[in-house]
């Protein structure tokens, strides 16, 4: 190709290049075009004030079991999560040696009662002294307490449950010898269930007790409305937080012990906020958000980084990093960099 072709070549293809879109210049001294972008202006709205809180779920009523007595377990009613009626059988003991040990003190209490009864008669005839007739009156009222004592040890070797709810623990298994006293089953009541939450110090006095309150269970997908029914008066010692309790209805019994919640409680108090669509936040490489603020002097798009709040449904709260009447880029920010030209598609 001669010399003059090429000249011209390299000319044609410079003129058909696009100019870049970085608020610079592009190669060999050309200014770059401006990036036409959407902007919209800063504003502040009304919103209501809500305390925001993490929680977890725990039932109304919990109640732990144990024996009475020792022995070997020989029964189980239920597994973990399933449901137990009120008074139903939970577990049970091997009852032989309790068995026995009634017999015994039955026969025991036949014999005394029947040379009570001999020696009565004797009594009243004036051939038994007093003294040897009280022994015999102790000794059957001594029976007596033996024969209710193993009577009760052997029903103690069947265990109910005194409330309906899920068996939230079963700490033992069929052939296991325990002793008396372990608490070794948790049975609670869901029927009811309660939120524990942890407000800080400087929201707590918002809340009062049978304010309304709104649960998100996530693991549910699901969001329930219910009451506050306890605000804590002493401050947890590390977190300076305060324990609120909330009540939800669970008819169904589908909210368990144990699942997190989110909790909002409304404090009736409203607020102005500074809010942008969310189309408009941007990431940084260390997860900071920022966004294009418009410089209407220069038609330039500087990046300036803020700090988010809450999402509402078409917005989202900015805390701090811009004011009401500023512009940021809506749509187009992804090409810019920061002080690029910029070119609205609308005129503000």
Known sequence: MKADSWVIFIVLLTLLVPLGCDGGKASGGAVSAPCVVDAKKVVKIGLN?????????????????GFLVPGRINYIAAAEGEMIEAGQLLASLDPESYRLAKEMADANLDQVQDEYQRLSIMHERKSLSDSDFSKVTNALKAARAQQKLQTKNLADTKLYSPISGVLLKKGVEVGEIIGSGLQIFAVSDIGVVHVNASVPETEVHQIKIGSDAFVTLSSLDKTFSGKVVEVGSLAEPTTRSFSVKIELKNPKRIIRPGMTAEVKIPTGRSAEVIAIPPEAVLRDVDNSSYVFVVDWTKSQAFKRKIALGRMMQS??????????????????????????????????
């Open 49 to 65: 004030h809500e305390v925001l809180a993490s929680g977890n779920v725990e039932g109304r009523k919990t109640v732990k079991l």
């Open 315 to 348: 917005s989202v709260e900015v805390t701090s990093g811009l004011a009401a009447g500023e512009w940021v880029v809506i749509g187009g920010q992804h090409k810019l960099n920061d002080g690029s030209a910029i070119e609205l598609k609308k005129a503000p």
